[in-house]
């Protein structure tokens, strides 16, 4: 019989982004012994590449905005399939979390009276996002970082969890691998906290990095748990187009939020053109409007440009298909005309853009200061996740909790720029709280050994396979083509059909792909494991797809162009079988308490 | 499409070699590119980290043609293609397995040095108010996406190997942002005089060079870093009017 080391720990957390590290902190504050355990370094994870800001009803820039307005903002931005519990604690809670960061060493950017300073962002009302000029992701995680690890916190960098084990119904801890060294480790555990962010990576072009495979949704899963909205994916609408190997690689929002303008070949401001209803009394009809929007103008609306993420793709690719495009498949985005109205454009761009100014200049050749950018939609954030109940974040599975990217509820069917990390401090430190306390009153619990050893079987597996069959790289590939092509932007139900069926035929290739070399530092065996993660999140999004015929935020059907009352009733519920097939459920909406149903009203 | 020749590190701590591969280049391509596309397409197991691949994370430093650098902000185009490029693991931190170091000291240095403590809020909303002035130098240092490129360059740890008794550049502007952020009480002056070593650097300013994030390593913190330690060491009135303060 195989032995394993083993650690103990009474929470377990295994991711280390916003939410991950946010959630540890809580945890340790409870007086529990707690892990942490993450596929990268410490300081690496995609949290550390959010750009715009956090969202937080702090009211510093604009007095009117409160809770009550950041909360209406959600639930309108994620077209009221959102779980409103979530969306309220979260527009309650976030301006402490913000101060706690600062408190904890985090700089943000001032205003004039020396208070923390917030920029515009689509579908937010007021000035609400605190940042450090585009890199607040950084801001946010090295506080954190630098914080956590003054708070006893045993992190374990570089290991992945390949599957999570049970004693009964309850959670029992995680298998993982080194990636370092290729070796096994054993985490028994009293509660576990999924923190593990996107799926970024079942697209060909996406924002997310290689660590956005969707394993937390697929351990959940795998463990019992049920994934919600899997249908809803966001496609940021500003990814660098150009040149191919950036391709995908985000363009913050706050360049609009700055005054950048989008604008097709013949240089016409297409998004004037088609704005939704329910944001008409809101958006500029003019374009001097929305540039005093952008400098502060409290009495003007905003432009269209900073419509909800989800509109502002979709009118891109409108023009593209309709061969209004830039000459590498995109749109142009101009910041540089802001010259016309600022003295020093050049020096202010770089001021408030550094990153941009920096990445464009290094990458692609180009001063975003005097020439306007190409970008076209990138894959850039999942709404979907696991199913959690809102004040604890627990799931289904007693013991087995999730937070940040991986868990769902608050955005519905879009989320809005700067309410991720937002979501992160929010709901990472709920998760930490109730963990902790489920832990204090829990008993130890049991490993199975042969649990154990069939993890263990199953990730070595690869290893005793024949290598001929195409290497895991080109599975990943042909599935990254296919969710691109099939379960896009714009989707129709023939085709999401067929990416049901692509995605099992590559399910079956999955499961027979070896490898070859040995188990220290291996991408390749890392990519063969990781493939049955992005199949599960992919026949899930596929199968979420297909049931709502309808189009609501990141969903569209070009065969349902539009949203249909039926369907604002309820959120599509994913679990497995127990014969291992996924079973999809519509779960009716909790219906919302009338003291937010009237806060709604009045912010319409 | 013109082609690229690569001399890639492949070996572990027990020793290794350079090896020969060739790729194509498409437009626009960086040094990071090049290695996933070998490892796509013939050598798996090449071993190099990344996460962001937009110098946002860190992750990916290495030595290109003996320098250190990022290799997702690196371009074909910046780099001669009429002889092979070479690609090698960072020197100062011990070798895990091809370009991929053993950087945990980094943490562990990090974990000696006093953490933030504020003072009191003070402003009636129970937070602070700080000038914009006031936090851009802290702010310049809080750029800093660990890529321990300064460390690796640093001669006092990469030639000297003074790893037990040198913090580093980069622990250099960690301190100092610590120290000069506004809301700060801590005092981290004589740790890093008796413990962190900061009389080790003899300002070649290296680190300042290889910095990607284009911090002013040297003339910002460092330096300012040193007078703290003169005045506060070496000035007998301030030590003895210290030692009356109690
Ligand atoms: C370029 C970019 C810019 C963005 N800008 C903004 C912005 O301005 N404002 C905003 O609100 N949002 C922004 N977002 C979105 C936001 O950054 C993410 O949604 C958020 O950071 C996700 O955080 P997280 O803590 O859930 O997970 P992540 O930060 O993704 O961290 C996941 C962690 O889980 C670990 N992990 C994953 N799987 C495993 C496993 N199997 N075993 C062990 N560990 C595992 C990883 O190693 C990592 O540590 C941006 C996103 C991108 C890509
Ligand atoms: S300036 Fe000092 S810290 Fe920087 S490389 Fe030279 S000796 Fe090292
Ligand atoms: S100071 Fe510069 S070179 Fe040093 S670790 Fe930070 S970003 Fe890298
Ligand atoms: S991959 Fe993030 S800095 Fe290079």
């Known amino acids: 019989m195989p032995e394993f080391e083993t650690l103990e720990h009474d929470v377990l957390v295994i991711g280390a982004g916003g939410a991950g590290l946010r959630a540890a902190i809580e945890a340790a504050a409870a007086g529990v012994r707690v892990g942490l355990v993450c596929k990268s370094l410490l300081g690496k994870a995609h949290t550390v590449m959010a750009e715009g800001g956090i969202a937080a009803a702090l009211a510093n820039v604009d007095e009117r905005d409160s809770w009550k307005v950041h909360f209406a903002d959600t639930m309108r931005g994620g077209q009221y399939v959102n779980n409103w519990r979530m969306a309220e604690l979260h527009a309650k809670e976030a301006p402490d979390r913000v101060r706690e960061l600062e408190a904890w060493g985090a700089l943000f950017d001032r205003t004039k009276d020396g208070k923390i300073l917030q920029r515009n962002f689509g579908g937010h009302r007021y000035p609400r996002l605190a940042h450090v000029g585009d890199r607040t992701g950084l801001e946010l995680i090295r506080t954190l970082q630098d914080h956590g690890i003054h708070q006893g916190i045993d992190v374990h960098m570089e290991w992945t969890v390949v599957s999570l084990l049970k004693d009964g119904e309850r959670i029992a801890g995680v298998f993982a691998y080194s990636r370092e060294r290729g070796q096994f480790k054993v985490f028994r555990a009293k509660a576990v906290i999924l923190a593990t962010g996107g799926i970024g990576r079942a697209y060909k072009i996406t924002s997310n990095s290689w660590e956005g495979t969707g394993d937390g949704h697929t351990l959940a899963y795998d463990a019992g748990a049920e994934l919600i909205d899997m249908e809803f994916v966001q496609f940021h609408p500003t990814g660098m187009v150009w040149p191919p190997s950036v391709r995908g690689i985000l363009v913050t929002e706050g360049v609009r939020g700055e005054g950048g303008v989008l604008r097709n070949k013949d240089g016409k401001r297409f998004m004037f053109d088609d704005i939704p209803e329910n944001y008409r009394s809101q958006t500029a009809d003019n374009e001097e409007e929305g540039w005093r929007y952008t400098q502060g103008d409290k009495n003007a609306r905003r432009p269209p440009e900073l419509l909800t993420r989800d509109h502002v793709a979709r009118c891109i690719n409108r023009e593209v298909k309709a061969g209004r495009g830039s000459p590498h498949g995109g749109v142009f985005l101009d910041i540089s005309w802001i010259k016309e109205k600022l003295p020093n454009a050049q020096e202010h761009i770089k001021k408030k853009l550094p990153s941009m100014y920096h990445q464009f200049k290094k990458l692609a050749d180009l001063d975003i200061t005097k020439e306007p950018m190409e970008i076209g939609p990138t894959t850039h954030y999942v709404m979907g996740g696991v199913r959690v109940d809102a004040d604890s974040q627990m799931s289904r599975v007693p013991g087995l909790f999730a937070a940040g990217e991986c868990a769902a509820g608050i955005n519905g069917a879009n989320r809005l720029g700067g309410n991720s990390l937002s979501d992160l401090l929010v709901f990472g430190r709920r998760a930490g709280e109730y963990a902790a306390k489920f832990a204090q009153s829990a008993k130890n619990p049991t490993l199975d050994q042969q649990q154990l050893e069939s993890a263990a079987r199953a990730a070595l597996a690869p290893f005793d396979r024949p290598t001929d069959g195409g290497g895991p790289f080109q599975i990943q590939y042909e599935l990254q083509e296919m969710m691109q092509d099939l379960v896009g932007i714009v989707r129709r139900e023939d085709e999401l059909v067929r990416a049901v069926e692509g995605v099992q035929r590559l399910q079956k290739r999955a499961a027979a792909v070896g490898v070859s070399g040995n188990r220290e530092y291996n991408p390749g065996w890392h990519t063969a494991l990781d493939l049955h993660n992005l199949l599960t999140v992919s026949e899930a999004i596929g199968r979420a797809a297909i049931e709502r015929k309808e189009s609501r935020g990141g969903h569209f059907r070009d065969d349902f162009p539009d949203k249909d009352p039926q369907y604002a009733t309820f959120n599509t519920v994913l679990a497995r079988a127990p014969d291992g097939s996924m079973k999809l459920r519509r779960e009716p909406l909790i219906p919302m308490p009338p003291e937010l149903k009237q806060v709604i009203e009045e912010m319409k | ?246």
């Open chain 2, 1 to 246: 499409m013109p082609n690229a020749n690569f001399k890639v590190w492949r070996g572990d701590a027990k020793g290794g070699a350079f090896k020969d591969y060739s790729t194509d280049v498409s437009e626009g391509m960086v040094v990071l590119d090049a290695i996933h596309k070998i490892q796509a397409d013939s050598a798996n197991d090449l071993a190099c980290r990344w996460n962001c691949k937009a110098g946002k994370c860190g992750s990916c430093s290495a030595e290109i043609n003996g320098k250190p650098k990022l290799m997702c902000m690196t371009r074909m185009a910046d780099l001669p293609l009429d002889r092979p490029i070479t690609v090698e693991p960072m020197k100062t931190f011990p070798l895990i397995k091809d370009l991929v170091t053993d950087v945990s000291w980094n943490y562990a240095v990090k974990k000696t040095i006093k953490g933030f403590a504020p003072r009191k809020p003070d402003a009636p909303d129970g937070t602070w108010r700080m000038q914009q002035d006031d936090i851009e130098r802290p702010q310049e240092f809080r750029k800093c996406i660990e890529c321990f490129l300064c460390q690796d360059v640093c001669h006092v740890l990469r030639d000297h190997h003074l790893h037990d008794k040198f913090i580093g550049p980069r622990f250099l502007i960690y301190t100092a942002q610590l120290e000069m952020n506004p809301l700060d009480t801590g005092d981290r002056v004589p740790d890093l005089k008796h413990e962190h070593g900061i009389g080790f650097c003899n300002i070649t300013k290296c680190c300042t060079k290889v910095c990607p994030e284009e911090i002013t390593i040297t003339d910002n913190a460092i330096i300012p870093l040193k007078e703290r330690v003169v005045d506060r060491m070496y000035d007998p009135l301030t030590k003895l009017l210290r030692v009356l303060k109690g």
